[in-house]
């Protein structure tokens, strides 16, 4: 007995020491990719009230806006915001000024861009900051502050997804994080003294995700990552409030980040809302950007896989994917003024 217990003791000096003694890995963006994914483009009624939302509650700063992605409208009436994580470089939210009324409502089954996901160590805290904020919760779990992760909605009625860090990549620091997130909210213990806020992933929903998912892959050149999803059951339904819902589908890394990057995740609901792919005047969550050295053989290669050219203004290329999902492609002004013209 003496001998197994100063066995297990060693083990679990030896695990303690390999947590600790590994640094946090470090979320960080990869210069000059072909492809780098740049931003999610909302239009909102009121975009000072949706961009104060999103700096107050997830910790977005305000950017400097870029003509690439403002689809016409005034540069003065653009609002960019900068999400955290990756060191200051993390994924742009556009918010563009609507004309229309705010008529329809989103859910989370809407085929097309549905929401968008971030990460934190402190669920139920960031559950009380929505709350307070102008948002609300979606998700229908019987106590609210000792769950992973749950569905909420901006002012505008746009949906988003919370939940405690993953163990992405896979190493004794990102491991030891997400158990500590569990534990902690679970047993309504107090929150890690640092919560990190980072954008993790736009979802966006596909009538068959298998084919979505080849798409992107091959336009992107990007890998599928973690494993394939399935959910049905109690969870999921508590969670989108969504009844007799089954979900399947996977990620796929979004490029211009190193490995635990955001990431585009493609399911396919058994069943889905009225709510089709939105145009580019419509009310919510439009369209996303890719910045890209080389615009016109990219554009190419979405063509050759099915996409659709619309227009194009300055430097920046407008698609859609065969889906009727809205894609921009802008490419920088000093590699376009480099790129040789092409017969």
């Not at 200051?88 to 549905?114: C, F, H, Q, V």
């Not at 749950?150 to 949906?159: A, L, Q, V």
């Not at 005047?281 to 890209?292: E, N, P, Q, T």
Request: include cysteine; charge should be positive.
């Amino acid at each position: 007995m003496k001998k197994i217990l100063i066995v297990l003791v060693s083990v679990l000096l030896l695990l303690t020491f390999w947590v600790f003694s590994t640094p946090p890995h470090e979320y960080k963006r990869i210069p000059n990719s072909d492809f780098s994914f740049e931003t999610v483009i909302f239009r909102s009624p009121d975009p000072k009230r949706l961009s104060d939302f999103y700096k107050t509650v997830f910790r977005a700063t305000e950017a400097k806006s870029t003509p690439s992605w403002i689809l016409g409208d005034p540069l003065s009436s653009v609002i960019t915001l900068r999400t955290p994580g990756y060191q200051g470089e993390g994924p742009l939210l556009t918010i563009l000024k609507s004309k229309k009324p705010n008529l329809s409502t989103s859910a989370a089954n809407d085929l097309g861009y549905a929401h968008i996901c971030f990460e934190t160590d402190n669920v139920p805290g960031l559950i009380r900051t929505i709350q307070k904020n102008g948002g609300r919760i979606d998700s229908r779990f019987e106590n609210l502050q000792k769950v992973p992760a749950i569905y909420g909605r901006d002012p505008d009625g746009n949906i988003f997804e919370i939940h405690i860090p993953f163990p992405t990549p896979l190493s004794p620091s990102t491991i030891f994080r997400s158990l500590n997130s569990f534990v902690r909210t679970y047993f309504k213990l107090d929150p890690p003294k640092m919560d990190e806020i980072r954008f993790l992933h736009v979802n966006i929903n596909s009538k068959d995700w298998t084919k979505a998912l080849s798409f992107y892959s091959k336009v992107l050149a990007a890998n599928p990552t973690g494993f394939e999803r399935d959910y049905k059951g109690d969870f999921i339904e508590n969670l989108t409030d969504l009844r007799g819902i089954e979900v399947k589908g996977r990620h796929l890394s979004l490029p211009g980040y190193d490995e635990g990057g955001p990431t585009l995740e493609i399911f396919t609901y058994n069943t889905f809302s009225a709510r089709g792919p939105l145009s580019k005047s419509d009310i919510g969550k439009i369209a996303i950007g890719f910045r890209v050295l080389d615009l016109r053989s990219s554009v190419n290669k979405i063509l050759q896989e099915g996409g659709i050219k619309l227009e194009e203004q300055g430097n920046t290329t407008i698609l859609k994917d065969p889906e009727g999902n809205l894609l921009l492609l802008s490419q920088n002004k000093s590699t376009l003024d480099n790129t040789p013209l092409r017969k």
